[in-house]
């Protein structure tokens, strides 16, 4: 075996396949890059949920897309973030550098801690235990009033300097957070084509196999559940920052579900989906709300409808199924 | 040294006794067939030895290291292989990834996160080798539920192999296999003799009298009568239980 067709080899294992998602995502950097300076400040915040909800949804494709567990829990490590930041950096005047860490690894022990009970089923049954989990999380921040605020909220996050700059100004908070969305795509793009990532897939595609095969799935699978977890942890951190408050149902069903239907309207199991979902939602919440407010969930609820009907592989599916039909013509 | 061993294991569900007191021995490198009709507990037995099902009384070892309250993957570690009743493989993924699967455990790879899979030579030139062994090379890159049926309980018997084996577990390897595929398996089972010891699952008689050394015949949960398959064959018990059936059967 020459070294020439180990290199055939390799390029045929999907570097090929590769190369067009790394074009594709350096041409999403580039938009990411210029486009605050081409659109109107309101919309540059608009852009920052994106970025937020992007390595939010990140996460949990993580679990659902290459793992095959389907959270509807997430927004308990959301808002577990949020008000982690927010209660060390505020009541508790902790520097913004270890507040931000340590709201991300108390986000991250919950998951450790949740990840026990909600692995103990699959399915339909651990997308139901993962949503008690929420529940219990929001029951928890919403009547804790002495550290959360209760209904009324957390109010007076401030964000903090970085470096030479203040992130008070949209736009270089905007930066601020696009820097942890390329930190969290290259993440996960390691860890999905890592032999760990492989494994994932392996369990998603067969469980039972991949235990015969000698993998411990049930560690695997608790690993992925943490990183999700995580992430999540990020995301919330970053939105406190952003909106400047944090109110207790970040931790309730509704972001759950919002970043569920994130990664199902995207592409669960592909790299640029969560963003291409994000994206999406984000955009069509901003439209919506002006002409129907109060409608929102009417519409998320349709959407995850016609999606698990006719596209279950999402809009990045659905686009590559259109460019095959095209391609033949 | 046995290569397997089960000591009087048996299973009850609630009052059912799936299987009772059965022992079996598998010698290094010798092919064990485990015939008998429907409801005998040979699936039963199968997920005992594998693992999946944990014992109610009774003791497993594998190369005379006690198994018996090891989780499968554990067991698969300590050199039990096997093969699925059903097709059991990872359908989207490529026949090379598959494999690549396989032999991750085994190169000490299973947990590393932070290079592509691909990247780690000793798996992929493994892979190349048992993927040119088996006729797969040239379609390495196309998703396994593309494949034949046949070509399918071929590759499933690669994925079991990957982690050289000393004992492999096969569950009606042949069930639904064209006459042309189960003459193929049948003398792949031949060339393995020798190399790895067998237990056989089988309700094909004729696969399992063709390739087996010896024979356990199972009949409602306990073990019948076991043997070279001559004597098997001529023994009047299982005639009647089992053969007599068949016959009157066709």
């Known amino acids: ?48 949920r994106v970025i937020i909800f992007a390595i939010f949804a990140i996460g949990l494709n993580l679990l659902m897309g290459y793992t095959g567990l389907p959270s509807l829990g997430q927004g308990a490590y959301f808002g577990t973030g949020a008000f982690g930041v927010g209660v060390m950096t505020v009541t508790y005047n902790v520097p913004h550098p270890i507040g931000m860490v340590g709201a991300v690894v108390i986000a991250g022990l919950m998951a450790a801690v949740y990840g026990l009970v909600a692995l103990r089923a699959r399915g339909a049954y651990f997308l139901l235990i993962t949503m008690a989990l929420t529940l219990s999380t929001w029951a928890i921040a919403f009547t804790w009033r002495s550290l959360t605020g209760g209904e009324d909220g957390f109010p007076g996050v ?19 957070t696009l820097f942890f969305l390329v930190a969290a795509v290259v993440a996960f793009v390691l860890i999905v084509r890592s032999p760990f990532g492989l494994a994932l897939q392996g369990i998603r595609e067969n469980e039972q196999r991949m235990r015969s095969l000698g993998y411990n799935t049930w560690l695997y699978m608790y690993i992925a559940f943490i990183m999700a977890g995580v992430f999540g942890g990020v995301a919330g951190v970053l939105n406190a920052y952003s909106v400047g408050a944090i109110s207790p149902e970040w931790t309730n069903i509704l972001p759950s579900a919002e970043v569920l239907l994130m990664v199902i309207l995207g592409g669960p199991g592909t790299i640029i989906g969560p963003l291409v979902g994000a994206g999406a939602i984000i955009g069509a919440s901003e439209i919506l709300n002006i002409h129907f407010p109060e409608r929102w969930i009417m519409f998320l609820g349709g959407g995850y409808i016609v999606f698990m009907l006719f596209a279950r592989d999402g809009m990045v599916g659905l686009v590559r199924r259109l460019l095959r039909r095209w391609s033949k013509r | 040294m046995k290569a397997l061993s089960a000591q009087s294991v048996s299973k009850v569900f609630g009052g059912l006794h799936a299987v009772s007191g059965v022992t079996i021995e598998v010698e290094p490198g010798e092919c064990r067939a ?9 699936t039963t037995l199968l997920h005992l030895l594998s693992g999946t099902l944990p014992v109610t009384s009774g003791a497993i070892s594998l190369m005379g290291q006690d198994v018996t309250k090891m ?76 494949l034949s049926h046949g ?51 089988s309700h094909d008689i004729d696969v399992a009298f063709a390739v087996a050394d010896s024979i356990s015949v199972l009949h409602l949960g306990e073990l019948l009568v076991e043997g070279p398959p001559l004597e098997v064959r001529a023994d009047p018990r299982v005639m009647r239980v089992y053969l007599g059936d068949e016959v009157e059967d066709a």
């Not at chain 2, 485990?34 to 040979?42: L, S, V």
């Open chain 1, 1 to 48: 075996m020459s070294t020439s067709t180990r290199v055939a080899a390799k390029n045929r294992m999907g570097i090929g396949s590769l190369a067009t998602g790394t074009y594709a995502m350096l041409g999403v950097l580039v938009l990411f890059v210029i486009l605050p300076h081409f659109i109107p400040g309101y919309y540059v915040g608009v852009l920052t």
């Open chain 1, 158 to 176: 401030t964000r903090p300097g970085f470096l030479p700059w203040s992130l008070t100004s949209e736009v270089n908070y905007y930066y601020f």
């Open chain 2, 34 to 42: 485990i015939i008998g009709p429907n409801g005998a507990g040979k």
């Open chain 2, 71 to 146: 989780r499968p993957f554990s067991r698969t570690l300590k050199g039990l292989g096997r093969t699925f009743q059903i097709t059991s493989l990872f359908p989207s993924l490529t026949i090379e990834q598959n494999v690549m699967l396989a032999l991750q455990p085994w190169e000490g790879r299973r947990y590393a996160i932070y290079r592509p899979a691909t990247s780690f030579t000793s798996v992929m030139n493994r892979a190349q080798e048992m993927l040119e062994e088996g006729g797969f090379w040239e379609k390495r890159s196309v998703p396994v539920r593309q």
């Open chain 2, 151 to 201: 070509e399918q309980r071929q590759l499933e018997l690669i994925l079991a192999l990957a982690g050289r084996p000393s004992v492999l577990l096969l569950d009606e390897p042949t069930a639904g296999l064209s006459e042309a595929e189960r003459t193929t398996m049948t003398e792949v089972f031949y060339r393995l003799k020798g190399e790895v010891a067998m237990l056989l699952v």
